[in-house]
């Protein structure tokens, strides 16, 4: 199977609440950008998220995809554990 390593620096932004917007600085990609869009579902929330990405070398879009499946979970894992702590540290 393929693999590689990739190396990319975001900025982000934040529309309060409803959306969070990453942007490319630098990094292995010739563009990157991705966005969650959380939208109220009930008691819960439902979570939409969207990447666009160039690599520099020809990747097929495939085997990005599957990639990022596979890191999908492990991130949103770790962006939970960050927002909770952050509202832990706010109250």
Request: with cysteine; glycine share 4%.
């Amino acid at each position: 199977m393929f693999t590689a390593q990739v190396e990319i620096h975001l900025r982000v932004f934040e529309n309060l609440q409803r959306q969070i917007r990453f942007r490319m600085e630098r990094g292995s990609f010739n563009d990157f950008s991705a966005e969650l869009t959380l939208d109220d579902y009930g008691n819960g929330t439902v979570l939409t998220y969207s990447v666009e990405a160039t690599p520099l070398i020809p990747v097929p879009s495939l085997l990005i995809e599957q990639a990022m499946r596979q890191d999908l979970p492990g991130n949103m894992r770790q962006m939970r554990q960050v927002i909770c702590a952050e509202l832990y540290k706010a109250a």
